[in-house]
């Protein structure tokens, strides 16, 4: 298992994590994160990351995530820990189009 701790670091994050994932396909990667742009965030589930884990969620919400991946097992490639606004960002990002103002 990789716990990333992401900022905002824009494309050359992306781009890792896609070289990580491709290179070790039977590994975990669960990133935590403070704030990702939409793309970032639809690029992050595109390279095939495990678990999406916002920081303001706290500490515990981090590791009721990493308990749920036993040691040895396959990655599961889930949005588990993506608020409702990440997801809806994540699914406008993927379709290409952007909301000034998010639905409730």
């Given amino acids: 298992m990789v716990l990333i701790d992401a900022e905002p670091a824009g494309t050359p994050y992306v781009a890792r994590l896609r070289q990580l994932c ?13 704030e990702l742009q939409p793309q970032m965030l639809a690029g992050a589930i595109q390279a095939g990351v495990s678990s999406l884990v916002p920081c303001a969620h706290g500490l515990a ?13 396959a990655p599961a490639h889930d949005r588990f820990a ?5 997801s ?3 699914r406008c990002s993927a ?3 952007a909301s000034r103002r998010w639905p409730s």
């Fill in 22 to 34: 491709a290179a070790h396909p039977a590994i975990q990667v669960v990133v935590a994160y403070t």
């Fill in 61 to 73: 919400s981090l590791v009721r995530t990493l308990r749920q991946y036993p040691a040895g097992s």
């Fill in 82 to 86: 993506l608020t409702e606004r990440d």
């Fill in 88 to 90: 809806r960002s994540c």
């Fill in 95 to 97: 379709r290409g189009t």
